[in-house]
């Protein structure tokens, strides 16, 4: 930060440090959220197709393997599945929808931080202006009859300069909370799409399958 820059904040008043404080833990949230949705996000249709197709091998554990793996809520709501695959409909049901309800308070970790941020910042903003404001006017009280606008320039400053921080850092804050929680859509799309389809798999053709399977060996042992 350029002397210029610092004594432009400095101007601010303390409420500006409070503002600078609030906008670097925003950031961080973001930073960390959008990493850890970025890691969850995965190619559902190709990764199911895999799964599919190992199932159809009669390779369970290579699949579940493969969901222990792959990072996401897709996969733990895949794993969730596979584990009962032998199970009948409303327990595979529970199963999947169980799974997905424990991995969605983990997408949305934090994100109420930001929301709760962006409605606290244009307060602050708003308190620095009031304080800016008695500033200039308790200057002008003890100038008396030779107020100048030198005089007063310090506590306009301040209250100008906190508003325009204050606005400066909730838009960005807005932008990344609806950002985020477009991520957690997807993610949860991702989930319910995914859930979905396994269970019709495992519920006919996976099944059907075996059936088909254990027919054929019972015509082998038919003497």
Not at 14 to 37: D, K, N, T
Not at 171 to 179: G, K
Not at 208 to 215: F, I, K, L, T, V
Request: aromatic content about 8%.
């Amino acid at each position: 930060m350029s002397e210029f820059s610092y004594r432009i904040f400095a101007s601010g008043g303390p409420v500006m440090w409070l503002l600078l404080l609030v906008g670097l833990v925003a950031l961080v949230i973001f930073i960390e959220r959008a990493l850890y949705l970025h890691r969850g996000q995965i190619r559902s249709t190709e990764f199911l197709n895999g799964i599919k197709n190992l199932l159809q091998k009669g390779r369970l554990m290579e699949a579940l393997t493969l969901c222990e793996e792959t990072p996401g809520p897709v996969a733990a709501v895949v794993k969730a599945g596979l584990r009962h695959a032998d199970a009948t409909e409303p327990a595979l049901r529970f199963a999947v929808q169980e799974a997905a309800v424990t991995e969605l308070p983990l997408l949305e970790r934090r994100i109420g931080t930001l929301a709760a941020i962006a409605q606290i910042v244009p307060l602050l903003g708003l308190l620095g202006t009031v304080l800016g404001m008695i500033r200039t006017f308790w200057l002008f009280s003890q100038s008396g009859n030779y107020a100048t606008p030198a005089v007063l320039a310090g506590g306009m400053w301040e209250a100008l300069l906190t508003a325009a921080a204050a606005l400066a850092i909730a838009v960005p804050v807005h932008l990344a909370r609806h950002f985020l929680n477009g991520r957690v859509r997807a993610l949860v799309h991702d989930m319910e799409w995914v859930g979905n389809e396994l269970m019709r798999y495992l519920q006919c053709e996976h099944r059907r399958s075996g059936a088909g399977e254990a027919a054929v060996s019972a015509e082998g042992k038919q003497p």
